[in-house]
């Protein structure tokens, strides 16, 4: 909390007084004939010689952030979205009146002003006030300058003082804001079509995930907040809507950390007559072509590490990827669910699961670590996948991918199942686990088989995690920096 009670007082004392005075001390309007932005954009290549031999008259209007009186003058600067303006306020201009009320403004007002735009002598524009008004009163005050808002669990819970005085922070979400624009013309320029899928539904499905659940009065029935749209948007492939794709919130009933939030973005896209293969290229360009629109390269530092988006990317088997960072196994062990028993059980893992989680298990603990180059992880246990196509010559594995970016899971593809059938066995297996305990097991969807039953072409499908991207993309350590407004514990009295 910020400690604020005595400066508090101060300012609800100054607003009775402004009531006393009949000054509106929370206006409804204001219009500029200039924003802040703009102003300094329209007189950026203007001399001082220039603006002094013309009558550049400006109104515009911001939040004070700083103030300096110097006797019956001022230098003061206001902030409106991402830029400053010094402005100078002075008896000769205000009257006696004026300047006192301007010199009982404190740093957090919005204030408006009109004047003549000029250059002082150490050439920063500047607005010269000959009028003044208060738009909005402030009643806490802002951080120290020097010291600011450092706290991480303040700066989250008060996102809107975060925006205010670290304005690092701002350029994180304008960058945000800009990488989704980016992606949806990426899709909309292949002929994707933009979608919206149901965020409330009947069954957790998409992903192995904990849901969080709720009820709906009228309908008598829980429903799940979505893990992931995966069904829903393949339900469209099934209805002739080739190409789709999604960009909206998930919701996983999980633990919170720097690469989790229980409430995060996604894109999820499908491609009809496509398989893995070719949404690797796809995502090479996906990612380029977006680092390139906000970043202006493909080659980003990520916490002191350098990353090269340039296509192509490394790709790399689940199997060979346990070959090459695990030490001493062979190629014979991953065959046998003994052997790979004994293998995680060195390393201190879970050894009562299957073949397939046994495999992923020692995976993430040998090789994850060393995906810091943008990697694909190709070729799944079938067992871990219950929505991918088994590979023709291998069933026991299926093609599937995801891929790393600075030992971080970015995204996850795989070619869809597309057997009505095999998709019915491997629900109902999902069912199994469910029953044996595992919450995070797949439901069965007997609507989703259904519609693979009316048949489902060739299809491809990816989602990627839109807040680890521009954790990557603004070289920011947590996902709660690329948040606006991350979850937080119940904030203590």
């Not at 925006?163 to 899709?187: D, G, S, T, W, Y």
């Not at 790399?316 to 196994?329: F, M, N, P, Q, R």
Request: proline share 5%; hydrophobic share 40%.
């Amino acid at each position: 909390m910020l400690e604020t009670t005595d400066q508090r007082e101060q300012r609800i004392a100054k607003l009775d007084e402004l009531a006393a005075n009949n000054i509106p001390a929370y206006v409804n309007s204001f219009h500029v004939t200039a924003s802040i932005t703009e102003l300094l954009r329209l007189y950026a290549e203007k001399t001082k010689e220039e603006l002094e031999a013309n009558e550049y008259v400006t109104t515009t209007a911001g939040r004070m952030m700083s103030m300096r009186i110097q006797g019956k003058t001022s230098f003061a600067h206001i902030q409106s979205g991402t830029d400053r303006v010094q402005i100078y306020a002075r008896t000769k201009e205000l009257g006696d009146e004026g300047f006192k009320f301007y010199k009982s403004l404190d740093i957090g007002d919005f204030v408006g002003i009109t004047g003549r735009v000029f250059r002082t002598n150490t050439q920063e524009l500047t607005v010269l006030v000959t009028e003044l008004k208060l738009l909005s009163k402030s009643l806490r005050p802002l951080p120290e300058k020097w010291h600011g808002l450092t706290n991480v669990e303040t700066r989250y819970r008060q996102r809107y003082v975060d925006l205010i005085v670290n304005p690092h922070v701002k350029e994180i979400f304008i960058k945000r804001a800009k990488a989704i624009a980016a992606i949806r013309q990426f899709f909309l320029s292949r002929d994707f079509l933009e979608v919206e899928t149901p965020m409330m539904q009947p069954i957790a499905g998409g992903a192995t995930a904990k849901p969080f659940v709720t009820h709906h009065n009228a309908l008598n029935m829980s429903l799940y907040l979505r893990i992931a749209p995966e069904l829903y948007l393949k339900r469209l492939i099934v209805g002739g809507f080739e190409r789709v794709f999604e960009i909206n919130r998930n919701f996983r009933n999980e633990g919170i950390s720097t690469r989790h939030n229980p409430e995060f973005t996604m894109l999820e896209f499908y491609m009809a007559y496509a398989d893995y293969n070719d949404l690797m290229p796809l995502t090479e360009q996906l990612y380029s072509s977006v680092a390139q629109e906000v970043a202006g390269t493909m080659k980003l530092t990520y916490q002191g590490q350098e990353i090269d988006l340039t296509p192509p990317w490394t790709r790399l088997t689940i199997k060979d990827g346990i070959l090459k960072y695990a030490e001493g196994v062979t190629p014979a062990d991953l065959e046998s669910e003994d052997a790979l028993r004994r293998i995680a059980g060195s390393m201190g893992l879970d050894t009562n699961v299957g073949k397939g989680k046994l495999l992923m298990a020692i995976f993430e603990h040998v090789a994850e670590p060393h995906l810091v180059q943008p990697t694909f992880v190709m070729d799944f246990p079938t067992e871990v996948s219950p929505l991918s196509k088994a590979k023709p010559n291998d069933p026991e594995f299926v093609e599937r991918f995801e891929f790393y970016i600075a030992c971080q899971e970015m995204g996850n593809a795989f070619t869809e199942l597309n057997d009505p059938l095999d998709q019915k066995r491997r629900f109902e297996k999902q069912t199994e686990e469910h029953e044996k305990g595992d919450e995070e097991a797949h439901q069965m969807d007997e609507d989703y088989v259904r519609a693979l039953e009316y048949g489902m072409p060739p299809t491809a499908g990816e989602g990627i995690g839109i807040d680890r991207l521009i954790m990557l993309l603004t070289d920011s350590p947590s996902i709660r920096e690329v948040i606006l407004f991350p979850h937080m514990r119940k904030e203590q009295a």
